[in-house]
């Protein structure tokens, strides 16, 4: 059986879903539907277009089998969102339909787009991550991050409350820092109320870890809607994988990462500001949560958890 991975667009979820998987299987990864050839399996993922719809129709109709991934609910794309109203989803379910299976990241997915033949394949890290360590900073000030991109996540950052402003309070040599695109650091300090945020600019997914890596303690604020509730714990993951304590709100995937301990979870203003206190404060605390959230994302390599994937796409 020959497989490969078919990638029209490369982004963090190709990476983690159909790229690195591929490459632990050894099976080719292609960018063009040419590409593809005689090849009796092909895994894809987010076929949002006519087009992707329709190859992936005729792959199934010629007898080969289709392994579609899905890591996001776009039925549920909040309004706001730079992706809101950009894509119709009839195309979507139809691929789906179409295929011979469908992977998703969350429970909420494999309801929403498996059709009766989804698979829960949730989300890890290569093992390669768990290998990247801290630069270390010249000055010692804790920092409180979060990355993200006000586009994608337009009503998360509010979720936060007044915590940040409160731990900044307690402990004035801490900083609120940020990792995404320099025009959302004025606005993201208006919304924590916060004189400043420290932007550190935008990255690739590899030069993204050593930045998150300098993290004294990350966080993950989710705004408890549908399309939140359906989202992987992915971020908290990468993390945690970093040595980075991480506090998320309480969607169901960050439930389980919490029941499996490997973060903390703040339902409310007053729980962020607990735990942010305790992570920058308690040395002791900040490194059993490390020790927690690495211990986590070592169970959760790409790597030890092949075997999902196999099952999937060589069945």
Same mark, same amino acid.
């Given at each position: 059986? /020959?497989?490969?991975?078919?990638?029209?667009?490369?982004?963090? *979820?190709?990476?983690? $879903?159909?790229?690195?998987?591929? %490459?632990?299987?050894?099976?080719?990864?292609?960018?063009?539907?040419?590409?593809?050839?005689?090849?009796?399996?092909?895994?894809?993922?987010?076929?949002?277009?006519?087009?992707?719809?329709?190859?992936?129709?005729?792959?199934?109709?010629?007898?080969?089998?289709? &392994?579609? +991934?899905?890591?996001?609910?776009?039925?549920?794309?909040?309004?706001?969102? #730079?992706?809101?109203?950009?894509?119709?989803?009839? +195309?979507?379910?139809?691929?789906?339909?179409?295929?011979?299976?469908?992977?998703?990241?969350?429970?909420?997915?494999?309801? %929403?787009?498996?059709?009766?033949?989804?698979?829960?394949? /949730?989300?890890?890290?290569?093992?390669?991550?768990?290998?990247?360590? %801290?630069?270390?900073?010249?000055?010692? %000030?804790?920092? &409180?991050?979060?990355?993200? *991109?006000?586009?994608?996540?337009?009503?998360?950052?509010?979720?936060?409350?007044?915590?940040?402003?409160?731990?900044?309070?307690?402990?004035?040599?801490?900083?609120?820092?940020?990792?995404?695109?320099?025009?959302?650091?004025?606005?993201? *300090? $208006?919304?924590?109320?916060?004189? *400043?945020?420290?932007? !550190?600019?935008?990255?690739?997914?590899?030069?993204?870890?050593?930045?998150?890596?300098?993290?004294?303690?990350?966080?993950?604020?989710? +705004? !408890?809607?549908?399309?939140?509730?359906?989202?992987?714990?992915? #971020?908290? !993951?990468? =993390?945690?994988?970093?040595?980075?304590?991480?506090?998320?709100?309480?969607?169901?995937?960050?439930?389980? =990462?919490?029941?499996?301990?490997?973060?903390?979870?703040?339902?409310?203003?007053?729980?962020?500001?607990?735990?942010?206190?305790?992570?920058? $404060?308690?040395?002791?605390?900040?490194?059993?949560?490390?020790?927690?959230?690495? +211990?986590?994302?070592? $169970?959760?390599?790409?790597?030890?958890?092949?075997?999902?994937?196999?099952?999937?796409?060589?069945?």
């Amino acid at each position: 059986m /020959r497989a490969v991975a078919w990638v029209p667009q490369f982004d963090a *979820s190709a990476h983690y $879903r159909l790229i690195h998987p591929a %490459r632990v299987l050894g099976v080719s990864v292609v960018t063009s539907v040419d590409s593809v050839g005689t090849a009796d399996t092909i895994v894809t993922n987010r076929p949002l277009t006519a087009k992707q719809r329709a190859v992936i129709e005729m792959w199934a109709d010629e007898g080969r089998r289709v &392994i579609v +991934d899905m890591d996001d609910d776009f039925d549920a794309i909040p309004r706001g969102h #730079k992706l809101y109203g950009r894509h119709p989803t009839v +195309d979507l379910h139809r691929a789906c339909e179409a295929a011979t299976a469908v992977t998703c990241s969350t429970p909420a997915l494999v309801e %929403r787009y498996g059709h009766g033949h989804g698979a829960l394949i /949730r989300n890890g890290i290569p093992e390669n991550v768990l290998d990247v360590r %801290r630069a270390g900073r010249r000055e010692p %000030r804790p920092w &409180i991050g979060w990355y993200a *991109s006000l586009a994608s996540h337009p009503h998360d950052a509010p979720a936060l409350g007044n915590a940040v402003a409160k731990a900044l309070a307690e402990r004035p040599d801490t900083e609120f820092v940020y990792a995404g695109p320099d025009h959302d650091v004025g606005p993201l *300090s $208006r919304i924590l109320g916060i004189p *400043s945020v420290r932007g !550190l600019g935008f990255f690739s997914i590899e030069g993204l870890y050593r930045v998150i890596a300098e993290f004294d303690v990350g966080v993950v604020p989710l +705004d !408890l809607s549908p399309f939140n509730r359906a989202k992987s714990w992915l #971020k908290g !993951l990468e =993390m945690a994988a970093l040595g980075v304590p991480v506090i998320a709100s309480p969607t169901d995937e960050y439930r389980e =990462m919490a029941r499996q301990c490997g973060c903390t979870l703040a339902s409310n203003e007053e729980d962020w500001a607990r735990w942010l206190g305790y992570v920058t $404060r308690i040395r002791e605390y900040r490194e059993h949560r490390v020790k927690c959230g690495r +211990d986590f994302a070592r $169970r959760h390599t790409i790597e030890r958890r092949i075997d999902e994937w196999r099952a999937v796409w060589f069945a």
